[in-house]
């Protein structure tokens, strides 16, 4: 850049653009042992059924204690470990303590009991392309269900729109097995991965997590009516195909009230919780 603009001038350096390639760089090198090192953690964000509220379930999310940077959320480093495969065996780990962590609360003596009149509390965890297209993926998630005692109707896997885009029956082929064995297929970020929506027919889901730009559509008061008609329309859709609606980043009680006159099934987002250590779910909904 400096050479181009010619002479002896200095190259001026752009502190942010340095500080994400210095970033990216260390965060790629301490990637490999962080597994090893203990230095991922998950915390749980709770998925409300909109009709009464209730707690149905909740979203694993995982994070990175950094030893230098701290605390690091998912969109810092889950593109590295999908670039470098490190997402394999990270997404297992995740796996493996988000369906420990669901049997602890089926077994819990009061989110039980609260879920003993419907279904079980369900864990979502979410599945990156690299994990989707593993050869192992049946057979590792079934290992884990049953070495852990989870019955499948209590696992959710999360798998973006996108990742399925151009998938053919072949590549569907692990998901379809999964979800027959009665494991839950959610289409997370769903709308902003320009798919047709014809193809919703033939991908093996059971939800559609609407992504959080058409919650944000119905924040204003009176509520955009075209976001209204849209996400309407999307829920008729999902309805008719015999889908659920799950809605993410509901943040007021104005867009909870409006998506659930919209029909929406399930909600998530920081007006009902945060996301926070599995404790704290508990501590939370037990006593709701
Ligand atoms: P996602 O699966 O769409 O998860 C929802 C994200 O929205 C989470 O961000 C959550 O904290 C955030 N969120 C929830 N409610 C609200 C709200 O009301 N307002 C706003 N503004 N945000 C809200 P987070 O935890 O940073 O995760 C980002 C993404 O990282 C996730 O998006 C998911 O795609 C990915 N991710 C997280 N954990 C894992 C994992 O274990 N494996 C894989 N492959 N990806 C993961
Ligand atoms: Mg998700
Ligand atoms: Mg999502
Ligand atoms: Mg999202």
């Not at 379930?57 to 670039?83: N, Q, T, Y």
């Not at 490190?86 to 049997?103: F, K, M, N, S």
């Not at 559509?217 to 009176?222: A, F, K, T, V, Y």
Request: net charge negative.
């Amino acid at each position: 850049r400096a050479k181009d603009s010619g002479g002896n001038r200095y190259e001026i350096a752009d502190p942010v653009s340095d500080a994400r390639a210095i970033d990216r760089h260390s965060l790629t090198n301490h990637l490999p042992g962080a597994l090893e090192r203990g230095e991922f953690f998950l915390e749980y964000q709770p998925l409300i059924r909109m009709s009464d509220s209730r707690l149905t379930g909740a979203e694993a999310l995982v994070r990175w204690r950094h030893p230098v940077h701290g605390l690091l959320g998912p969109d810092r480093f889950i593109p590295l470990a999908e670039h470098t495969g490190l997402i394999v065996p990270l997404g297992r780990w995740v796996l493996e303590q988000a369906v420990r962590q669901a049997c602890d609360w089926c077994a819990h003596p009061l989110l039980g009991g609260r879920a003993a009149d419907s279904e079980p509390i369900r864990v979502n965890v979410n599945l990156s392309p690299r994990q989707l297209h593993h050869p192992d993926l049946v057979q590792d998630t079934v290992a884990v269900l049953e070495w852990a005692g989870l019955t499948p109707a209590s696992l959710c896997l999360e798998v973006t729109e996108s990742a399925l885009i151009g998938a053919d029956e072949d590549e569907l082929k692990p998901l379809r097995q999964l979800a027959e064995m009665g494991v839950d297929i959610a289409l997370d970020d769903f709308g902003t991965g320009y798919s047709n929506l014809a193809n919703l027919r033939r991908l093996p889901a059971t939800t559609l997590k609407l992504d959080r730009s058409f919650t944000q559509g119905l924040q204003q008061h009176p509520a955009d009516p075209v976001d209204v008609t849209f996400v309407g329309g999307i829920v008729s859709l999902a309805h008719a195909l015999g889908l659920r609606v799950t809605v993410e980043g509901v943040e007021t009680e104005a867009q909870a009230a409006q998506l659930r006159e919209l029909g929406c099934d399930t909600a998530q987002g920081w007006y009902y919780a945060r996301p926070a250590p599995a404790e704290e779910i508990v501590a939370h909904w037990a006593t709701a």
